[in-house]
């Protein structure tokens, strides 16, 4: 049975911003109250505190620390956290170690994978974010920071028309030497991390990417793991998926949208099979995830789906490669679905099968266990993320649906840690 660690409770429930932060602060005093021997960092103040806010407080990306000690979550009320891993069951609430804000929304972010609390280097304890008609900003994650002003910041001017570029796409190079953005038009730029402006940009022309090319916008790229030797994949909100060499510094569209494909709206995650073979691409208004062969692609790029019983709106739900369940993802309903590790390193192909006709989920659990109620199985599983050194540990967003919602002033949102069986 699924067992909840830690939880937050109803600690962000509502939308009256001030009123949460103010019920955040006085559950972290009276946690720090109790334990004598230990300085806990100062939970910083919004920058719009002295203000009525209303939003949702809804964590909208989860990264572990790559030890499995800590995470770090990004929310919509423009807050960074910093979780710390319970030891044993948490009986009160999960409350944040750390939190500031910036002054902007976070269109993306992305944190280095080395990233930990108990890192020795500060220069791996950080956070790289964008926002509007501003430079690309890196944070620091050290517990002692307020972060009034960042680190470095990175320029996202287009000299030709001398306007910013807003990055929908940010991720760092394995070896932490520099990092990749995606932004209007295609446009993909290399990064280092000492140096003001990119080393080296491309961007499709008009005739390479179709009438609509002003359009088109790399919306993420494939998720950290063990085996991209160089090479990396980038999703459009075109259904494109474009293939990079780091290494030649050189970028080529390898697959486009589906022309039996009418309904979904471009990609929005991209996870690759551990085994580098195939890549997984989740996709907005969509009714499944796409399967491509990664030793196919300009040929027969898609060859199988994994179906969904619901279809994905314009809220993301953000999947997760699970060493010991394979490939999970949210729904509306509290349940997690998951397709094992043997399908996904293989495609969901038989071993003499090219193409596929399609796998449902093959199996689900419900993130409250078997004490769930019916209240509880209406929330909205927004984002599931693993932890890295031990499989069976999974953090995970939960919310109401934020373009649904009836009854707003009781919005519910919550972060749990959870260990499946």
């Avoid at 002692?144 to 796409?169: C, G, I, R, V, W």
Wanted: hydrophobic share 30%.
């Amino acid at each position: 049975m699924v067992q909840t660690i830690a939880s937050t409770q109803d600690c962000y429930y509502g939308l009256q911003c001030n009123n949460i932060w103010d019920r955040e602060e006085n559950l972290v005093k009276e946690l720090t109250e109790t334990i004598t021997n230990y300085d806990f960092p100062q939970l910083h103040k919004s920058y719009f505190s002295d203000k009525s806010r209303r939003s949702p407080i809804t964590c909208s990306q989860l990264t572990w620390s790559y030890d499995g000690t800590s995470i770090c979550g990004v929310f919509d009320d423009l807050g960074v956290r910093q979780f710390l891993i319970p030891e044993n069951k948490l009986e009160g609430y999960w409350v944040p170690f750390t939190r500031w804000f910036i002054n902007t929304p976070i269109v993306c972010s992305s944190i280095l994978p080395s990233y930990s609390l108990y890192h020795n280097d500060p220069s791996k304890q950080a956070i790289l974010c964008s926002s509007r008609d501003l430079p690309i900003r890196l944070y620091s994650l050290q517990p002692e920071s307020n972060n009034k002003t960042s680190l470095q910041h990175y320029s996202t001017l287009n000299e030709e028309n001398e306007t910013f570029e807003t990055p929908y796409a940010m991720a760092v190079q394995d070896d932490e030497s520099g990092f990749l953005t995606g932004s209007v038009r295609n446009r993909i730029c290399l990064y280092d991390f000492n140096r003001y402006h990119p080393i080296w940009q491309h961007q499709w022309t008009k005739s390479s990417c179709g009438k609509s090319s002003h359009k088109a916008i790399v919306s993420c790229f494939d998720e950290y793991n063990e085996c991209h030797n160089h090479i990396r994949y980038a999703g459009t909100y075109k259904t494109e998926v474009l293939r990079i060499d780091t290494r030649i510094k050189n970028f080529e569209l390898v697959s486009e949208r589906d022309p039996s494909d009418s309904w979904s709206n471009g990609i929005y995650q991209i996870i690759k099979s551990d085994n580098g073979h195939y890549i997984y691409c989740m996709k907005r208004n969509a009714k499944e995830i796409d399967v491509l062969d990664t030793r196919k692609l300009g040929v027969s790029w898609k060859v199988n789906t994994l179906q969904l019983p619901f279809k994905i709106g314009k809220q993301k739900f953000k999947a997760s490669l699970n060493n010991s369940k394979g490939l999970l993802i949210g729904s509306y309903s509290g349940e997690v679905m998951y397709w094992d590790k043997d399908c996904i390193e293989f495609g969901g192909l038989d071993r003499f099968e090219s193409f596929g006709t399609g796998i449902k989920p093959m199996g689900s659990f419900s993130i409250h266990g078997d004490n769930s109620t019916e209240k509880e199985d209406a929330c909205r599983v927004n984002c599931i993320t693993t932890n890295p050194l031990d499989p069976k540990i999974l953090a995970v967003s939960t919310s109401a649906d934020k373009f649904a919602v009836e009854d707003a002033d009781n919005f519910e949102t919550s972060l749990r840690l959870i260990q499946i069986p």
